[in-house]
């Protein structure tokens, strides 16, 4: 029945063509005759089919199932000859910018997949891993047990520190920030502290600007206070001179006086 109606769109698609390149009346009355024939005949197809269902009712079950299992059957066939590009392992480096979508990946294509045992998982992760991130975990032995430990390492050495470079943190930043921050003193501390923003990050630039501003200030300290001692010796060096100025001429007077009174007895003794 299915070729029978094949044939005959086919036999409409040409009878269409036919017309518009020759109309003349003798096609349109074949197409009708032939039109005609082909109901009549389709109908008898029709009926003779369902007189069998009929017939045949008690095993059509059976016979439906079959054909669900052929169609299904079938259809695993087809999808099976549709050979899919074959996807690549991921790889990590260790770079922290690289660490999320390597998570994703990795997790996606083998940590899910729960027909492979944890010691092949073990295997596949040591092998997707290059440079400095396979030191994080070469001391694990290939053993299904340190599949997860494998994990934990590489999160505790990876995961906070990507979710800051996906903030927009700089990390290497951050970390030279906390370590000038613990070797200030605490009146300095306490002054940097006053500087900075509610809720944002410390940046490197704002620290290395706050400790130049605070040299130069302390410079100046100095300066002056270096200034008011020297102001201070200068002072004590005049009141010394003062003070030692009367003993000097007392000195002298006594000097003269002692002469006078030798040269008088010198005198009066000839």
Known sequence: MERLTALFHAFEENSDELAGLDP???????????QERYYSLAAR????????????????????????????????IQKRRIKLPETSLPTFDG?????????????????SQSDLFDVDKLHYLKSALTGKA??????????GTNYAKAWQLLERAYEHVASLSALG???????????????????VLERWETTLERDDFSKIDDMYEFQYKSAVCASK?????????????????TKKKRI????????????????????????HTN
């Open 24 to 34: 003349n009346k003798a096609h349109f009355a074949e197409f009708a005759n032939v």
């Open 45 to 76: 197809v029709v009926n003779i089919l369902h007189a069998a269902g009929a017939s045949e009712a008690s095993t059509s079950w059976s016979t439906d199932e079959a054909r669900n299992d052929n169609r299904s059957l079938a259809t695993v």
């Open 95 to 111: 770079k922290y910018k690289g660490w999320l979508s390597f998570k994703n990946a990795f997790n996606s294509m083998i940590g």
């Open 134 to 143: 396979t030191n994080k975990i070469r001391i694990l032995a290939i053993d």
């Open 169 to 187: 943190v700089s990390v290497r930043s951050e970390i030279m920030v906390h370590i000038l921050e613990s070797k200030l003193p605490k009146s």
């Open 221 to 237: 300290r100095e300066r002056l206070r270096g200034a008011e001692s020297e102001k201070g010796k200068d002072e004590s060096s």
């Open 244 to 267: 030692s100025g009367p003993n000097q001429c007392c000195q002298l007077s006594y000097f003269l006086a002692r002469s006078s009174y030798f040269f008088f007895d010198l005198v």
